[in-house]
Nanobody, 126 residues
Framework: QEQLVESGGGLVQAGDSLRLSCAASGGTFSRYAMGWFRQPTGKERQFVAAISRTGGDTAYADSVKGRFTISRDNAKNTVYLQMNSLKPDDTADYYC???????????????????WGQGTQVTVSS
């Protein structure tokens, strides 16, 4: 069973950058497609970015395309979310998620993921 722990959140100003990390343990990391989701207060959890188990394919929500970059280091069992040009609308709790798969696909739907971290808070002030 995959366990996920996010880190790197914090309070920043608009225009700043943050890098979130998600450390995985308990399974063979390279067998999991990974995703980042976020949940603003009072709203549903929404897709942010996804990466295939090999790292060869990525997908992004339109709202973050060009500003956020997802990457993974299978040797370190870690997936990252580099967030640049942050906006107040990016304020949310950010969650990483894992899906066991034998494919090279990315997954953008929340219900495709089997495992979730506890989340890390990102607050962007204007």
């Amino acid at each position: 069973q995959e366990q996920l722990v996010e880190s790197g959140g914090g309070l920043v100003q608009a225009g700043d950058s943050l890098r979130l990390s998600c450390a995985a343990s308990g399974g063979t990391f390279s067998r999991y497609a990974m995703g980042w989701f976020r949940q603003p207060t009072g709203k549903e959890r929404q897709f942010v970015a996804a990466i295939s188990r090999t790292g060869g394919d990525t997908a992004y929500a339109d709202s973050v395309k060009g500003r956020f970059t997802i990457s993974r280091d299978n040797a370190k069992n870690t997936v990252y979310l580099q967030m640049n040009s942050l906006k107040p609308d990016d304020t949310a709790d950010y969650y990483c998620a894992a899906r066991f798969t034998t494919s090279r696909y990315t997954y953008t739907e929340r219900n495709k993921y089997n495992y979730w971290g506890q989340g890390t808070q990102v607050t962007v002030s204007s």
